[in-house]
């Protein structure tokens, strides 16, 4: 028989002779049984609360856990990143706003650790730094920052000529360097604006989509850093033609970032089209332009972001199309045409022919050299209005050119 059942048929039968006692002339029997049942209920009931609580606080817990674990990292990732192995450096400083230590503190977000202390990987970096706040009023005080982003294969030469560049200005600028994963950047002063400053890379070849994949990882760290404004890239053998507060006020008050874009019918331009690009990219739509480029803020994020038009360059921009020089300039005809200046601030001398530019050393470098390459009768529009200040740096200069660009810096240059 069902259990139910059962229960039923005992309880009558006990009834039944509680009436027979009744009836014989004596007491009634005391229902021990019910009483004993009644207090069982409750004892389960009590336990299964206890272990319905003792549940919540041990999710909770494993809840908070687990939390910490995807803010900070665990195990060997977040002891690497204390060490800084991500590329280099010195170990992490604390960033303490008032809230200690806090994953979650404000400060913290807003100024995130220096460059090598993440272990992201590209795509997850891409995803962080393609974020833009909507809100236009920033909540603390910002000061606009210039991130100058260094693409390397090794060391660089000119390092104690930017040095002088930087000093005196900090917290006006920001300093990045990808250089070929088993190099480690070697600066002995902390006081460096290079200390430090090394990010995780990859490796790169030349005119391969690697370059791309290189700058936008530049683009992705200093996105991180909400204070960054604009951003200058420059290669091992770039120098400035002006001081750094001529090329700061220049880039922040700029109402266009600098890349150059233009479609001649040429081998080297129109004739690196690949047609399987269409209908994403048409022929018409096609552009090349320098390598070395400055951006803002917003078209930083926007390249960063972008997934649609890197897969086409990375598909069919193969050898010989050479997608650094094609890639940023398509895009932003087809995307944000009227915020570029289709120019760049990048001096170069191409008129030697040749794959590439024209190399100075000791003997080129003179004061009328570098006055020469200031007012070299080019005429460009800044914020709209005519003028001769067209570039603010300029390349290929060979390493035997530190010295005399180093005497020319406290004269010329002005820093």
């Known amino acids: 028989m069902k259990p139910g059942i059962t229960l039923i048929k005992s309880r009558r039968s006990n009834v039944g002779d509680e009436e027979e006692g009744i009836a014989a002339g004596n007491l009634p029997t005391p229902p021990r049984k019910e009483c004993w049942w009644s207090l069982g209920l409750l004892l389960k009931a009590a336990a299964a609360l206890l272990i319905l609580m003792a549940g919540v606080l041990i999710g909770l817990a494993a809840s908070a856990s687990l939390s910490c674990y995807y803010v900070e990292g665990s195990g060997k ?56 706040p909507r809100v236009d009023e920033y909540p603390y005080q910002r000061v606009p920052k210039v991130a100058f982003l260094f693409l390397t294969r090794g060391p660089l030469p000119f390092a104690p000529l930017w040095e002088r560049f930087f000093r005196g200005h900090e917290g006006l600028y920001s300093v990045y360097v990808h250089a070929l994963p088993e190099y480690r950047l070697n600066v002995s002063s902390t006081s ?120 086409i360059f990375r598909k069919h921009c193969t050898p010989s199309c050479y997608p650094d020089e094609h890639y940023i300039p398509t895009y932003l005809h087809l995307r944000h045409g009227a915020r570029n200046a289709n120019r760049t601030v990048t001096w170069v001398d191409w008129s030697r022919g040749g794959p590439h530019p024209a190399r100075f050393g000791k003997a080129s470098v003179t004061r009328e050299f570098v006055q020469a390459i200031r007012n070299n009768g080019t005429r460009c529009a800044y914020n709209g209005k005519p003028t001769n200040v067209c570039y603010l740096f300029a390349r290929k200069f060979a390493p035997s050119a530190l010295a005399p660009l180093l005497n020319l810096s406290t004269t010329l240059l002005d820093f």
């Open 192 to 311: 460096s604006p290079f200390h430090g400053r090394q990010i995780p890379s990859g490796d790169v070849s030349w005119g391969s989509i690697t370059l791309v994949d290189a700058e936008k990882r530049l683009l992705a760290n200093a996105l991180l850093d909400f204070s960054n404004e604009r951003f200058v890239l420059v290669s091992e053998s770039c120098v400035p033609v002006y001081n750094f507060p001529t090329v700061y006020e220049y880039l922040v008050n700029s109402a266009h970032s600098h890349v150059e874009s233009y479609n001649i019918d040429v081998p080297q331009c129109a004739g690196r089209y690949n047609p399987r690009m269409a209908p994403d990219v048409m022929e018409e739509q096609w552009r090349k332009g320098s390598e070395w480029f400055e951006l803002s803020r917003g078209l930083a994020a926007d390249i960063v972001a972008d997934r649609r038009y890197y897969a």
């Open 77 to 132: 990732q977040a002891a690497d990143a204390r060490r800084g192995s991500g590329g280099g450096g010195e170990p992490n400083r604390r960033d303490d706003d008032g809230g200690g230590s806090s994953p979650l503190s404000f400060q913290r977000f807003v100024q995130p650790h220096p460059p090598w202390g993440h272990p992201m990987t590209d795509e997850e970096l891409f995803w962080r730094a393609s974020m833009s």
